[in-house]
């Protein structure tokens, strides 16, 4: 397999411990105090693990139990055409560890047409601390469904970093996220959309005590690109949320939209917001290519920065 | 090296320059003096190709090379640079990353910079020109100057916002690197203090659009010191 086209995974070097091709599980691979199996053994294994999921088809079980220095590493890949894939992906971190988890879903070449459905729940038990790179990486002819589900326990931290540079055409993402008390998130949503018509939706409910939360959406609209972001922090303990959606607009055959929203029923919590949508400016393209970079080095320097 | 011939520009609708005639030669240093709105920023972005002004009438020669059509990146690329008097805010990337993109093109070693400005690494990792003050603007544009190593150089009013202390050593620096990498250049201002450290070999004032004397740096400036500009536009030597 090559996985030199699947965009931002860890080193060649590095064993994925979950490997989906297409619909095959090739690769489940565990380590001293990392259980992995597949979510639909693990559903067979653990009476608690079927009050959490219904019945899988496929997706990772990685319940993390000791320490480890590694970091974890998924990989669910398409190659070939018209696929679909259902997974449920269950993610259970014991207390006080710190795991680090890169995750990779892309298919490796273009029009082959498929469907990633990928539910998920992540459970970080007190204590814990989980730095969650998600990459994606499709092609216009895919679909991409992901819907997922964060319970932060009480002093946990949460890291959730999802990156799609290459979107499909069709996109829609679900995230909610709920703390306990003196818990941590920190959400980064990054789209580069091109061609793209895109659906992301994300709630944080703040009902720990003393929890907070950032949320950053980023989204650039390239041509023909139709994309719609919701973002809501609720809060109805003494919590701290802030939530900053951006938007660049790179054509005029594009939309953006950006809808922020904050709930609060509690008078002690602090809930803030700020949102634009703009272009760049020509003032600051003509510096840069004052500087001697093309207009399309200037932009995709600007994109990098701005997507970060 | 660079020649304007008969250059009128518009932006918008309006009229900003009315028939600029100016011819710089390898290696000489020009000042182009004037009063506010005089049109010298103008002659500057037109230089450089900026989108907002559009040459209506005439021709801007650089190396034997008609440009007056060309992007403001093949511009740079001929060797044109323009140091900015008000560089835009660009909150997305760092100076670091513009330099670092600048010196994959141009194979520039930015360890030599370092020595001439030993206190910048604070100013390359900030966001490029978000609040920079004056003086870090200067030295922001001047870095990126010699990551680019042009063949010509405006310098916008390099000297504005600086005390007299400030003015000196960036003068000197600009002066010496223009000197040992034989680069022509074009100063504009509106101060005579800047043409002491620099010499240079011509002085131009812009009235109203239009090259209204060239001349001797020193008499120029004498002249504009003890009169004003107004009394250029009486002087019977006047272009026009």
């Known amino acids: 397999m090559d996985m030199k086209n699947v965009g931002n995974v860890p080193p060649a070097s590095a064993k994925p411990n979950y490997l989906q091709v297409d619909n095959d599980i090739k690769l489940l691979s565990g380590m001293k105090g990392v259980e992995v199996l597949s979510s639909r053994d693990a559903y067979e294994k653990y009476d608690w693990v079927r009050k959490i999921i219904s019945k899988p088809e496929y997706g990772y079980f990685i319940w993390v139990k000791e320490q480890i220095n590694t970091p974890l590493f998924s990989c669910v890949l398409i190659e070939n055409r018209k696929i679909t894939q259902n997974l449920k992906n269950l993610l259970v971190v014991e207390n006080g560890i710190k795991v680090d988890l890169n995750a990779t879903c892309s298919s490796v070449k273009s029009s082959l047409e498929g469907s990633h459905n990928a539910k998920g729940n992540i459970i970080l038990k007190p204590g814990?601390?989980?730095?969650?790179?998600?990459?994606?990486?499709?092609?216009?002819?895919?679909?991409?469904?992901?819907?997922?589900?964060?319970?932060?326990?009480?002093?946990?931290?949460?890291?959730?970093?999802?990156?799609?540079?290459?979107?499909?055409?069709?996109?829609?993402?679900?995230?909610?996220?709920?703390?306990?008390?003196?818990?941590?998130?920190?959400?980064?949503?990054?789209?580069?959309?091109?061609?793209?018509?895109?659906?992301?939706?994300?709630?944080?409910?703040?009902?720990?005590?003393?929890?907070?939360?950032?949320?950053?959406?980023?989204?650039?609209?390239?041509?023909?690109?139709?994309?719609?972001?919701?973002?809501?922090?609720?809060?109805?303990?003494?919590?701290?949320?802030?939530?900053?959606?951006?938007?660049?607009?790179?054509?005029?055959?594009?939309?953006?939209?950006?809808?922020?929203?904050?709930?609060?029923?509690n008078?002690?919590?602090?809930?803030?917001?700020?949102?634009?949508?703009?272009?760049?400016?020509?003032?600051?393209?003509?510096?840069?290519?004052?500087?001697?970079?093309?207009?399309?080095?200037?932009?995709?320097?600007?994109?990098?920065g701005f997507l970060r | 090296m660079l020649e304007l011939k008969n250059i009128w520009v518009n932006a918008g609708n309006q009229k900003v320059l009315n028939g600029i005639n100016l011819k710089i030669g390898k290696g000489e240093t020009h000042i182009l003096l004037g009063p506010n709105a005089s049109g010298k920023s103008t002659l500057a972005k037109t230089i450089m190709g900026f989108s907002q002004f559009k040459v209506v009438k005439g021709k801007i020669i650089f190396e034997s090379k008609e440009i007056q059509k060309l992007k403001t990146w093949e511009r740079a690329k001929l060797g044109l640079f323009l140091v900015f008097q008000q560089p835009p805010s660009v909150k997305d990337i760092t100076l670091n990353e513009l330099l670092e993109l600048i010196s994959k093109q141009t194979n520039s070693n930015n360890k030599k910079i370092e020595k001439i400005f030993p206190n910048i690494s604070g100013l390359e990792k900030r966001k490029l020109n978000v609040s920079f003050s004056g003086g870090e603007q200067k030295v922001s544009e001047l870095i990126q100057l010699m990551s680019v190593k042009p063949k010509f150089v405006i310098f916008d009013e390099i000297d504005s916002g600086l005390d007299i202390v400030m003015l000196k050593k960036i003068s000197r620096a600009v002066r010496n690197y223009l000197t040992e990498n034989h680069i022509t250049s074009l100063f504009i201002t509106h101060r005579g203090d800047i043409m002491k450290y620099l010499n240079p070999d011509t002085a131009h004032v812009l009235l109203d659009g239009k090259i209204a004397c060239s001349g001797d740096w020193k008499n120029v400036w004498k002249t504009v010191k003890k009169y004003g500009y107004e009394k250029c536009r009486k002087c019977p030597t006047r272009i026009s």
């Open chain 1, 267 to 304: 008078k002690n919590s602090m809930l803030t917001h700020e949102a634009s949508i703009g272009k760049i400016s020509q003032d600051v393209l003509e510096y840069l290519e004052s500087r001697g970079l093309a207009e399309k080095q200037a932009i995709d320097l600007i994109v990098n």
């Open chain 1, 128 to 265: 814990a601390e989980v730095n969650y790179n998600h990459n994606h990486k499709w092609s216009m002819t895919d679909s991409v469904n992901i819907n997922y589900n964060f319970l932060l326990m009480e002093s946990s931290r949460l890291n959730y970093y999802y990156k799609n540079l290459y979107p499909p055409s069709d996109l829609n993402i679900k995230n909610e996220i709920t703390t306990e008390k003196k818990s941590k998130v920190d959400l980064k949503i990054i789209i580069d959309g091109r061609d793209t018509k895109a659906n992301i939706s994300d709630v944080l409910n703040l009902n720990g005590r003393d929890s907070s939360g950032i949320v950053k959406i980023r989204i650039v609209g390239r041509e023909n690109s139709d994309i719609n972001a919701q973002s809501k922090i609720s809060a109805v303990e003494a919590v701290k949320g802030h939530l900053d959606c951006q938007g660049l607009l790179l054509s005029n055959k594009s939309e953006i939209k950006l809808v922020p929203e904050l709930f609060s029923k």
